[in-house]
């Protein structure tokens, strides 16, 4: 079977034109330059005529082709003569006739002015800021009305968030923080033994672990875990308008749906943290007895006497802190969502890149001011 072949044929009646071989998306369309060059000479009263009767197999090829000659004839105020195609090839074309594109269906591919292009990231930078800070206004009130008994929320939800927040993630954070205390511990042991110090490891994995990395840590779990599932929730509700229907009866979609997922993460990441701070030094006790050749009593005696209450404290205050902030940037990515399916992803995504962001800029801070009170 031949490819495909394009004949002009010009006549006193107008044009002619002639298709045959095999005609589809997986072979390439011959130049049809000449064939437009020729409508474009032509004028109105002019006839444009197909002959097909080579033509061996087409699909959708052939009809993208066809579009764009029957587009530039139009133009031209030329009559159309479709009796030379197949009749799959004119019931098709009179379809798309029948439903025209809509002006806005196709992307606009120029690029704008740099200037344009800024002035619009910077409006939609300020339209964000100022969503989000009436979304925190709003959250601090009905949070507020939580603790003085008036919140609107069922129990039951709040229960079982707290038990997806807290019970549900003990299986990664176990996991994750064994590992990183075992890290930890190697990365010290490494150094340590050239001083004869590897005493210390003790120290550097439990000091580590009760300050910042079990807080830090779990905070990017939970991001990851809670934070992305707070987004697809909301947003789910959002594109069904379930959160329309609350409003419709007088219901707070903050109030009901936003604060008990921040009570339930903000409560549960403290108590995870302190899980994490155990296991991180399990995990470093594991590297210590098998590879530097510690007891297990030794190891336990030196890591107590390393720990001080206030940063054992100060790394849960801290994970409280990461709960409210993973909850927060969860719940306003799954409210802002669009109404597409697609958007319920895209919130999800941008909820795991919001909350990670969020809670190391709020390390970075909390390492500066406990440095300053001497914590």
């Not at 009263?45 to 009767?53: A, E, H, I, P």
């Not at 292009?117 to 925190?136: H, K, M, N, P, W």
Request: hydrophobic share 50%; aromatic share 6%; proline share 3%.
């Amino acid at each position: 079977m031949s490819g495909p072949r394009l004949d002009v044929v010009q006549d006193s009646a107008g044009l002619e034109l002639h298709a045959g071989g095999v005609w589809n998306v997986e072979v390439a369309t011959p130049p049809c330059g000449d064939a437009l060059s020729a409508i474009e000479a032509l004028g109105p009263g002019d006839v444009l005529r197909y002959d097909t009767s080579e033509l061996a197999a087409w699909d959708t090829g052939l009809l993208a082709l066809l579009l764009r000659i029957e587009q530039v004839a139009t133009e031209r105020d030329v009559t159309i003569d479709r009796s030379g195609l197949p009749d799959g090839a004119r019931r098709l074309l009179a379809l798309a006739e029948s439903s025209p594109a809509r002006d806005d269906a196709r992307r606009d591919t120029g690029k704008a002015p740099w200037l344009d292009r800024v002035g619009a990231s910077t409006i939609a930078a300020a339209e964000y800021a100022d969503g989000s800070v009436e979304f925190l206004g709003e959250s601090t009130g009905a949070i507020s009305r939580f603790f003085i008994g008036r919140g609107r929320y069922r129990k039951r939800d709040l229960w079982l968030l707290v038990q997806q927040a807290g019970a549900g993630a003990l299986p990664i954070v176990s996991l994750v923080s064994f590992l990183l205390g075992a890290i930890l511990a190697f990365v010290g042991a490494v150094q340590l033994q050239q001083f004869g110090a590897t005493i210390y490891v003790a120290n550097l994995v439990g000091v580590a672990m009760a300050r910042d990395m079990g807080a830090l840590m779990t905070g990017i779990v939970m991001a990851g875990r809670s934070g992305a599932a707070y987004a697809a929730q909301l947003g789910s509700m959002k594109v069904n308008q379930e959160t329309d229907a609350l409003v419709t009866l007088g219901i707070s979609p903050v109030e009901f749906l936003v604060v008990p997922r921040v009570i339930a993460l903000s409560s549960m990441m403290p108590l995870l943290t302190l899980y994490s701070v155990l296991m991180g030094i399990a995990g470093g006790a594991l590297v210590a007895i098998a590879m530097l050749d510690l007891s297990l009593t030794t190891y336990w005696n030196q890591t107590i006497e390393a720990l001080s209450m206030s940063g054992l404290l100060g790394g849960l205050f801290k994970a409280f802190v990461y709960g409210i902030l993973i909850a927060l940037a969860g719940c306003r990515q799954g409210m802002r969502c669009g109404g597409s399916a697609s958007a319920v992803g895209d919130a999800a995504t941008a909820a795991v890149v919001s909350s990670i962001v969020a809670i190391i800029s709020a390390a970075g801070l909390f390492a500066w001011v406990f440095y300053v009170l001497g914590i």
